[in-house]
């Protein structure tokens, strides 16, 4: 997820084109939190691990 998102982001900045640039801005949010909550040992989604 967070490959993906840096992927948008940048696809996004190179053409111009705003929402893939936030799409790749929620991804990353979104995948940078599930990987710190995986790291301190919370479950995510029935896994202890997000990778």
């Known amino acids: 997820m967070i490959v993906l998102g840096v ?3 940048v ?3 190179v ?3 705003g ?3 936030t799409i790749g801005v929620i991804l990353l949010v ?3 939190i599930l ?3 995986g790291l301190l ?3 995510v989604g029935g ?3 997000y990778w």
């Open 7 to 9: 992927i948008l982001l």
């Open 30 to 32: 979104v995948g940078l």
């Open 35 to 37: 990987w710190v909550l």
């Open 15 to 17: 053409t111009g084109l």
């Open 47 to 49: 896994r202890r691990h």
């Open 41 to 43: 040992g919370h479950e």
């Open 19 to 21: 929402f893939l640039w």
């Open 11 to 13: 696809i996004g900045l």
